[in-house]
């Protein structure tokens, strides 16, 4: 397999039925396995075009889903792809966003695996996650909260990307932390209380169910 030059080019041939796309991902994460070179490639595509990530590395669980099934791959439908390009955007140029959501348009979702994805693939990154409460945010155990599906996003990580970035969960993750070694990229989860992010400076902020 060769990488396309272009991100979008190479967003365009990734196939998008779920087992064509694991597929895909199997032959691509198989031939960066072995090539150095082109895993540099890959990781500056992706940094350019953030929703090369989520089609072609990043996962997603659904515990309503029939068994076998649950964890799927991510695949962008066309909003969604609007959203994680404006999402993007409004971080690189320091201004802010609202996602009128609904239940599973994966609004949260997006906002989860964009931060994770920067701190993978930008130096010195540094994200807050909140919600109303801290069982919203992170519980152990519950894949469902804010940090489940960052948790979820590292943990599939294909082998040469987790040991690249230098993941280990027994010392790179905490209750409401999460840390890349490699880029020094950190997730730091709070509660929307009056002194929410208070005396912390962050690359950006996501408040989720904000209304």
Known sequence: MKLPDSPKEFFDIVPTGVQENLEFRIELHKMLAVDQKAQQVYLELCRQYLPLFFNTTAFTYNPQSKPGFRNCPFILRPAQIEAVLTLNRCIDEGRDAGINKSRKQGASEICAKLFIAKCLLEEDSHFILGSRKKELVDCQGDR?????????????????WKELCGYDPKHCRKDMQLLIPA???????????????????ATAVCLDEFG
């Open 144 to 160: 469902t909260t804010l940090f489940g599906k960052c948790d979820n996003a590292v943990d599939c990580l294909p082998g040469w």
């Open 183 to 201: 880029t020094n990229g950190s997730i730091q989860g709070e509660t929307t209380n009056e002194n929410f992010s208070a005396g912390s400076r």
